[in-house]
């Protein structure tokens, strides 16, 4: 700050002359600020956040606003998704934070060690101040996932009707009737281990097509969601399975979002086709690349139909936490990021056999892929 003496003319010349850069009038008598190459009325000098005048010595500028320090921090230094606090400094000096490729929820890099639960479906980090779901088998399940989720066997049939109308649409009918159950992740496990020659994904199954006669305990009934958000009240059955094809069951994870249970459902069901039109044995990435396939082509079906018809889904369990108009719309979110799963996984057997899989049905067709796979047991070149 200037001190001016009011009598010394030369001062006097310059101040009448000097225009505050805030209000554009003239300065005057009294107080003034001289910073930023400029002259200003101290309550002209305003932080472009909360609008109050800056009085500190320090202040923070972001292109020609200038903030109070910690206005500028609330605006500008990242805020952990998960705890809600800023994201730290490591000891370089550098904000340094985790994100989701496709969510890009920012979170502490801490919170990968301190056992802070992922929902099972869209892998998003638990919020501390929103809680998820905890289903009974240990997973947890994000309310947004929560709200498209098909939760026991009976539910799932409309889907599983559609899937089949699916396979009809692309002439290949599966004639026998093959049940679908819905389980939890131990009765999958187990189910999975009774199997001679099992495909499954890991690090964790999702689904399965049986051809081994097994009990296996089905969910007869959805579970209800009790103080704490866990699951209580849930009714399972021992389901015996009997041999009369190929394949004797499909089997699918309880309480995954619709659009998640329709793909791993378009996928078993691949297995199925193949095993009952007699598809030989075939090597993992062919197997499970062709599968995958399917279940991302049915993807698009949906995804396709959400964005020309914006019509809610036909999921019946609609627990409806969210409005109407919004849950088409994270649905659809959802949906993408199952397409983009699919697409982008690492694994030589689902996300090159995938990828392999998806360029041949590109070049050659459906039906001359396949074609092509029974008679060689590899993807067209
Ligand atoms: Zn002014
Ligand atoms: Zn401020
Ligand atoms: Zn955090
Ligand atoms: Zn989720
Ligand atoms: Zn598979």
């Given at each position: 700050?200037?001190?001016?003496?009011?009598?010394?003319?030369?001062?006097?010349?310059?101040?009448?002359?000097?225009?505050?850069?805030?209000?554009?009038?003239?300065?005057?008598?009294?107080?003034?600020?001289?910073?930023?190459?400029?002259?200003?009325?101290?309550?002209?000098?305003?932080?472009?956040?909360?609008?109050?005048?800056?009085?500190?010595?320090?202040?923070?500028?972001?292109?020609?606003?200038?903030?109070?320090?910690?206005?500028?921090?609330?605006?500008?230094?990242?805020?952990?998704?998960?705890?809600?606090?800023?994201?730290?400094?490591?000891?370089?000096?550098l904000?340094?934070?985790?994100?989701?490729?496709?969510?890009?929820?920012?979170?502490?890099?801490?919170?990968?060690?301190?056992?802070?639960?992922?929902?099972?479906?869209?892998?998003?980090?638990?919020?501390?101040?929103?809680?998820?779901?905890?289903?009974?088998?240990g997973?947890?399940?994000?309310?947004?996932?929560?709200?498209?989720?098909?939760?026991?066997?009976?539910?799932c049939?409309?889907?599983?009707?559609?899937?089949?109308?699916?396979?009809?649409?692309?002439?290949?009918?599966?004639?026998?009737?093959?049940?679908?159950?819905?389980?939890?992740?131990?009765?999958?496990?187990?189910?999975?281990?009774?199997?001679?020659?099992?495909?499954?994904?890991?690090?964790?199954?999702?689904?399965?097509?049986?051809?081994?006669?097994?009990t296996?305990?089905?969910?007869?009934?959805?579970?209800?969601?009790?103080?704490?958000?866990?699951?209580?009240?849930?009714?399972?059955?021992?389901?015996?399975?009997?041999?009369?094809?190929?394949?004797?069951?499909?089997?699918?994870?309880?309480?995954?979002?619709?659009?998640?249970?329709?793909?791993?459902?378009?996928?078993?069901?691949?297995?199925?086709?193949?095993?009952?039109?007699?598809?030989?044995?075939?090597?993992?990435?062919?197997?499970?690349?062709?599968?995958?396939?399917?279940?991302?082509?049915?993807?698009?079906?949906?995804?396709?139909?959400?964005?020309?018809s914006?019509?809610?889904?036909?999921?019946?369990?609609?627990?409806?936490r969210?409005?109407?108009?919004k849950?088409?719309?994270?649905?659809?979110?959802?949906?993408?990021?199952?397409k983009?799963?699919?697409?982008?996984?690492?694994?030589?057997?689902?996300?090159?056999?995938?990828?392999?899989?998806?360029?041949?049905?590109?070049?050659?067709?459906?039906?001359?892929?396949?074609?092509?796979?029974?008679?060689?047991?590899?993807?067209?070149?």
């Open positions: 700050m200037l001190q001016l003496d009011p009598f010394c003319p030369h001062d006097q010349i310059i101040l009448f002359g000097r225009i505050c850069a805030g209000c554009n009038t003239e300065i005057g008598h009294g107080r003034f600020l001289n910073c930023l190459n400029a002259f200003w009325h101290p309550e002209c000098f305003r932080c472009h956040a909360c609008n109050l005048p800056i009085s500190d010595c320090e202040f923070s500028m972001s292109g020609n606003y200038r903030f109070h320090k910690s206005c500028y921090k609330e605006r500008y230094h990242p805020k952990c998704d998960v705890c809600n606090h800023f994201i730290p400094t490591n000891p370089a000096g904000i340094e934070y985790r994100a989701h490729p496709f969510w890009i929820q920012k979170y502490c890099p801490s919170h990968e060690h301190d056992g802070t639960p992922r929902c099972c479906s869209c892998e998003r980090m638990e919020p501390q101040d929103t809680g998820f779901v905890a289903l009974n088998d997973r947890k399940l994000c309310l947004e996932c929560l709200d498209s989720a098909v939760m026991d066997t009976n539910e049939q409309p889907l599983y009707l559609e899937i089949q109308e699916f396979y009809e649409g692309l002439n290949m009918k599966v004639e026998q009737q093959v049940p679908l159950l819905l389980v939890e992740r131990q009765a999958l496990n187990e189910a999975r281990e009774g199997e001679k020659n099992g495909h499954y994904h890991m690090p964790e199954t999702r689904g399965l097509c049986l051809s081994e006669e097994q296996v305990s089905t969910i007869l009934r959805r579970p209800r969601f009790g103080t704490g958000n866990r699951a209580m009240d849930m009714i399972t059955e021992p389901y015996k399975l009997t041999r009369r094809c190929e394949v004797t069951a499909i089997l699918i994870l309880y309480g995954l979002p619709r659009l998640l249970t329709g793909s791993i459902l378009a996928h078993e069901m691949m297995h199925a086709w193949m095993r009952l039109q007699g598809f030989r044995t075939l090597s993992q990435d062919v197997e499970e690349g062709i599968c995958q396939v399917l279940a991302h082509m049915w993807l698009l079906t949906q995804l396709d139909s959400a964005s020309s914006n019509v809610a889904s036909t999921s019946s369990s609609a627990s409806s969210l409005e109407k108009g849950r088409p719309e994270f649905e659809r979110k959802l949906g993408e990021f199952f983009h799963q699919i697409e982008s996984d690492t694994s030589p057997v689902y996300g090159d056999g995938f990828r392999a899989g998806h360029q041949a049905v590109y070049k050659y067709g459906l039906r001359r892929t396949l074609e092509h796979i029974r008679m060689t047991g590899r993807f067209p070149y």
